[in-house]
DNA sequence: TAACCTATGTGACGGGTTTCACATGACTCG
DNA sequence: CGAGTCATGTGAAACCCGTCACATAGGTTA
């Protein structure tokens, strides 16, 4: 299969494209054109024509992008026209409130199994999702069909964990322990890195940095 | 006062760095390489250097950097050399996870005052700071001093959350709400999407998308 | 059906960011 | 103290990405 490079900076639009066609779907609107999706997101409307180009012509000439298929049209590309089965490791602060977020469920990702080593929290609910040890991720993830693992647990201990998810043959990993990890190269990892964004802040204002159409608005 | 460009990117790197340059530091290791550096945020040598060089000469030919220096540099060039006030709006199950997570106080973000809307929760002790209402912000971010405003509300009420932030004063907002939020110019906002790394990951995986050294690894 | 209007799709262009390559300078060792 | 080694700092080159501009085609109206 002959493919161009698509860049990060193309997918994470489509997630925001993604966001917005839904917001444009619940308010009934069947047609958007690239500048008022532009607006939006704070992008020009050649962007947007040129992201959505790379994959096809979405759009009809004159009038715009129909509102719904659009709305498939992406989801299908970035794969979240379907569920994925996902494990949330470290049931702390950051690990309960992911497996409350609804914003997940919305996008296809369900969270099917909760690990923790916390004997005090092994067993307990959340959300109808019985706490396991993560002793048994090995055994329990593949049981459970799960295809991503999210790691909340604290830096310390991350490494070791994730290093027990490959193992376990994840393939997918979202990282939220504010530490680098090393995994295989077929392992697709990525961070959620929190005070990233606020030490953007703290650098803009200590230097009046001015504001600027961003490339990627996280 | 004459300064180039910065990209986001660079700072972004910067928060890598000065992450890298902290465990190395716990580590006890006194001096780093551009090498090193890269290697562990799987970036380039020259990538290294050539961020680093924007503001400076910070290293020794031959030698490398000084860990506890270079720290110290870049934690100055972001501004988190010093504490910041930051106020939490929204005590769901985001906001009080970020109330406890540990990693914002380590860089200097203290958060001092937590609002809601909920009846329930006002008052109510969450990190031993008690939660105001949210219709005295006005009055309260002030006067506690607060300079950073994270938002942790629902979506559907976001914007007007953020339309009373602005009216109090405040000049930066982190936004967590899964929504587009519109600010004035001389506002600062970012926006912290977690569906994004997710919604990566399955297209990574659909596309079986080819890993690169990731120009920003978030 | 024809003329007009409008917004897409895309090659060409331009700017910005990353990579390359090497001169430079600091440290080390004999 | 001088030769050798090593990694920085930085212009120049390469590359990638975003913007521009327009030909194109679908819709609409008369």
């Known amino acids: 299969m002959e493919r161009k490079r698509i860049s990060e900076s193309t997918i994470h639009r489509l997630s925001l494209y993604l966001r917005t066609l839904a917001e444009l779907d619940a308010d009934g609107q069947a047609t958007v054109s690239s500048k008022e999706l532009a607006d939006r997101e704070k992008l020009t409307p050649a962007q947007v024509r040129k992201d959505l180009s790379f994959f096809g012509s979405f759009g009809t000439r004159g009038l715009g992008y129909p509102v719904i298929e659009l709305k498939d049209k992406i989801a299908r590309i970035l794969g979240v026209n379907r569920t994925w089965n996902v494990a949330v490791i470290g049931v702390g602060n950051i690990g309960s409130a ?66 027990d998810v490959v193992r376990a043959g994840i393939k997918a990993i979202l990282n939220f322990a504010p530490v680098n990890l090393r995994v295989p190269a077929d392992v697709y990892l990525r961070n959620e890195n929190m005070s990233m964004e606020l030490e953007y802040l703290s650098f803009a204002m200590v230097n009046n940095h001015v504001q600027k159409k961003t490339r990627r608005t996280v």
């Open 98 to 163: 992911l497996v409350s977020y609804k914003e997940f469920a919305r996008q296809g990702f369900r969270i099917v199994k909760i690990f923790d080593n916390d004997q005090r929290k092994i067993g307990s609910n959340h959300k109808g999702i019985q706490v396991s040890d993560f002793k048994d991720f090995a055994d329990e993830a593949p049981e459970a069909g799960v295809e991503i693992a999210i790691i909340a647990v604290p830096g310390p201990i991350a490494q070791y964990v994730v290093d």
